[in-house]
């Protein structure tokens, strides 16, 4: 379906489908580059290394729920579609443990770790992007900075490299203090924690350009 502007109408919800499979996917590839995890992610992943009796797709939808709790008590009041949220952030921790049975199987050298990363990072401003489009609740970790923006009534890029490089504070605090060392951070998280929050917003605007979304929740 099209538009009178020529651009494509599509689905949210299989747009949000393939962001709960590519942002999983990306976030572990980032990871298996050994460039360090993904700031989104990194919090979880300290939790992981810190108390390794759940995994990190558990520890994953356990943040998300606490995101999705602060932002109802920044709203100061109770949002139904939070709760939709977090059920999308429970099948996106579950596609996390998946690809992590493949993923950790991919041959690692120089030139493939350079190439997982970039590969991470594209997967990522796309999906991300694709996400605050979709025109439903998403995964709680792209919720926040979206919904953070609303509230703040700042621009998405400076919000969400706050709330990346607060991610990265918290890891770093978290893994210094209880193994002696900072773990899980590498350039790659850096360099992410930084610019993209602009390589989501570019991507977007290309989106833009090209298609539309509608749900069932518009109706």
Partial sequence: MSTNDNKAVLRGELALVLVVVINSLGVLLML?????????????????LVLPKLSLGTWTYIFQGLLICAL?????????????????GFAF???????????????????????YFV???????????LSNRCQLPIIPTDLFPRELMDITK?????????????CLAITTCMTFFF????S????????????????????GEQI????????????
Avoid at 74 to 86: D, E, T
Avoid at 119 to 129: D, E, H, N, P
Wanted: net charge positive.
């Fill in 32 to 48: 298996h580059s050994g460039s360090g995890i993904s700031a989104i992610s990194s919090v979880p992943y300290a939790f992981n």
């Fill in 179 to 182: 193994l002696g060392h900072i």
């Fill in 184 to 203: 899980g951070l590498g350039i790659g998280t850096v360099l992410a924690a930084f610019t993209m929050g602009k390589g989501v917003a570019l991507v």
């Fill in 119 to 129: 590969l991470s990072y594209l997967i990522l401003c796309f999906g991300i992007a």
């Fill in 208 to 219: 833009d350009k090209k298609a539309s979304f509608v749900s069932f929740l518009e109706h």
């Fill in 154 to 166: 700042q621009p998405y890029s400076r919000v969400k490299i706050s709330y990346d490089v607060t």
């Fill in 72 to 88: 109802m008590l920044m709203r100061r009041k109770f949002v139904p579609a939070y709760l939709f949220s977090f059920v999308v």
């Fill in 93 to 115: 921790g579950e596609m996390m443990d998946v690809h992590e049975l493949w993923i950790n199987q991919l041959p690692l050298n120089f030139p493939l770790r350079i190439f």
